[in-house]
């Protein structure tokens, strides 16, 4: 049977400290049949084993207190009603009920998020605008999922069939899963011990399948594949692929096949083990590639052998030597011209020359913009002159696709430079809308990539912030992720930073503009090579390092093993 990620709904619902509610707890049968109403907040219906013979529910509010005579429930044998008064948004009730494996459940809501986990028997759902989210048993499934005043938008961990269009404007996506038993019989068996049977109905809302709504891309309708994404796809970067492949199962199925079958593991393959920072120099002697920074996040230049000690599989190495990364590194320069940044194309165009002007004259710099789609407006090149009339190629205006920018740059530019120190310079505001990968998979990545990230976000000022309800009490995370995607960039964006140890860089005014050039500029001139001697049989030691000065703190860049094409 599948593993339940239950996990994923608790992070999902996790409610504020503030939080006011109660809880209750019914004897029942083995089994029940639980119908919800709740119009105003969110639902999560868990079906688990730990609840034999019994139902908990676990009402709460971020507004007024949550009273008994809030919540009503009936109960006529095995059957329970739980009707949840409508408070309004401010003062709405969020509802958490757990009830015994193999049980029914039907819920009703408007635009709240509702989730389903476990093994049911039936779980029939109703939304209007509200995420519809199941977690179940794989084994054997019979679905029908309908959107009654709207396209489909919905996510599966499993491939499902097409959509049809019913008269009316109404979508049906219906089907069975799992595999079937040659034994008529058996089969039979099989489904009446294990079969759920969903029924999800919506007039707009979002419906996922075995997906972690935080893992849910910014854009679930099913489309042709880009230019970035059929380049991951061709990568072979298991992680970026499969989050592809889940928003556009068909199309990345029939691209796929058009693939000649991979020779080599491909280069962006490779995972790192947990803690690879070092790389082999000589027999007895390992390097890394180290970033010091003060309490102030600033980098720390003037680094010498004694302000280095290190340690490997516990023991203390001697540091024989520290080298300033001085060396002409190689840039990628990624450039927002979305829609939303469409009427300030020569501003982007006389920033991105300052910051080629900022740069040394031997550094590599490549320009990529983006906006649905990726353009590459110049390869790697040292020639500024080039590199400025470039710019004045770039196409502006559609919808924006950060992450699929950032994961085109790592598996297609990047990769060819076998561990070269490299970064990455976004300017962008941070909106994305439109990209087939979702943010944690793009965070993982870059996680292991090795390039630095310098996200320069400029607000759009096109969603005020203080318009927008903050995320802890949002009827429906996923809903409200495709409403007001700009307030949650600058969080993404400081993730990024640190994911990859660059730094944020939130631009209040023009003029914040060159000083992050010059600052970038500085950081990635500020990185160290350090190399110590080493006792270690293994190419992977556990090294720990410190710095020997006051305040001072240092991240170990992981070593990027590309294979020989």
């Known amino acids: 049977m599948k593993f339940l990620r239950v996990f994923a709904v608790f992070t999902t619902l996790c409610l504020p400290a503030f939080a006011q509610g109660y809880k209750t707890e019914l004897e029942a049968p083995e089994k029940v049949s639980v119908v919800i109403k709740n119009l105003d907040g969110r639902v999560s219906v868990i079906a688990s084993a730990d609840q034999e013979k019994k139902v908990t529910i676990d009402a709460n509010s971020t507004g007024m207190t949550v009273e008994p005579s809030d919540v009503k429930v009936e109960t006529k044998g095995s059957n329970i009603h739980i009707d949840v008064r409508q408070r309004g948004e401010k003062d709405r009730i969020d509802l958490v009920v757990k009830i ?40 054997a499934v019979k679905f029908n999922f309908v959107w009654e005043a709207s396209k489909p938008r919905y996510m599966s961990d499993v491939e499902l069939p ?39 109905r919506t007039q707009r809302g979002v419906v996922l399948l075995n997906i972690d709504p935080e893992r849910a891309p910014a854009d679930l309708r099913e489309r042709p594949l880009t230019v970035a994404a059929k380049s991951i796809v061709r990568s072979g970067d298991s992680q970026l692929v499969e989050a592809i492949r889940k928003v556009s199962p068909k199309l990345f199925g029939d691209y796929a096949k058009t693939l000649p079958p991979i020779e080599k593991e491909p280069s962006l393959v490779r995972r790192n083990p947990p803690g690879r920072i070092v790389s082999s120099v000589a027999p007895q002697l390992m390097r890394f590639n180290a970033s010091v920074t003060d309490r102030n996040g600033r980098a720390i230049g003037g680094m010498r052998e004694s302000d280095f000690t290190v340690w490997e599989n516990g ?31 020569d501003f982007i165009r006389k920033a991105a020359r300052d910051f080629l002007r900022t740069t040394s004259p031997q550094d590599r710099i490549a ?38 920018a950032l994961g085109y740059v790592l598996s297609e530019p990047l990769k060819h430079l076998r561990g070269e120190r490299t970064a990455i310079v976004v300017m962008s505001d941070g909106d994305d809308n439109k990209s087939f990968l979702p943010f944690p998979a793009i965070l993982e990545a870059l996680l292991e990539s090795g390039a630095l990230v310098y996200p320069l976000y400029v607000p759009s000022g096109l969603i005020p912030e203080s318009s927008v309800p903050k995320p802890e009490i949002t009827i429906d995370p996923l809903r409200t992720r495709y409403l007001t995607l700009t307030t949650r960039a600058e969080d993404e964006g400081r993730k990024i930073a640190a994911a990859s140890g660059g730094i ?24 160290y090579t350090v190399t110590y001697a080493s006792n270690s049989v293994s190419s992977s030691p556990r090294v720990r390092v410190r710095i020997n000065r006051d305040g001072a703190s240092v991240r170990l860049s992981p070593v990027v093993e590309l294979n020989t094409p």
């Not at 109703?126 to 519809?132: N, Y």
């Not at 906006?371 to 500024?384: A, E, G, H, L, W």
């Not at 914040?512 to 010059?518: E, F, R, T, V």
């Open 100 to 139: 015994p494996v193999r049980s029914k459940v039907e819920v009703e809501g408007q635009a709240g998020s509702v989730d389903v986990v476990g093994s049911f028997e039936s779980a029939s759902v109703k939304t209007d605008t509200g995420t519809i989210h199941a977690d179940i048993p794989l084994d």
């Open 504 to 527: 944020y860089y939130p631009i209040r005014r023009l003029e914040d503009l060159q000083k992050a050039y010059d600052d970038v500029v500085a950081q990635l001139r500020s990185a």
């Open 367 to 404: 320009i990529i913009s983006f906006r649905d789609d990726i353009q590459v407006i110049s390869d790697f090149s040292t020639d500024r002159q080039l590199l400025s009339r470039k710019l004045d190629e770039i196409d502006a205006g559609g919808a924006t696709a950060l992450y699929d």
């Open 162 to 200: 097409a959509i049809k269009e019913k008269a009316g404007g109404i979508y049906k996506l219906s089907g069975r899963l799992g595999e079937k038993d040659p034994d008529k019989d058996k089969q039979k068996e099989v489904e009446k011990e294990q079969l759920v049977a969903l029924d999800f």
């Open 315 to 345: 023991i203390e190495r001697r540091v024989t030597n520290v080298a300033p990364a001085n060396e002409p590194f190689n840039l990628v320069l990624l450039l927002d011209v979305s829609g939303s940044v469409e009427e300030r194309m």
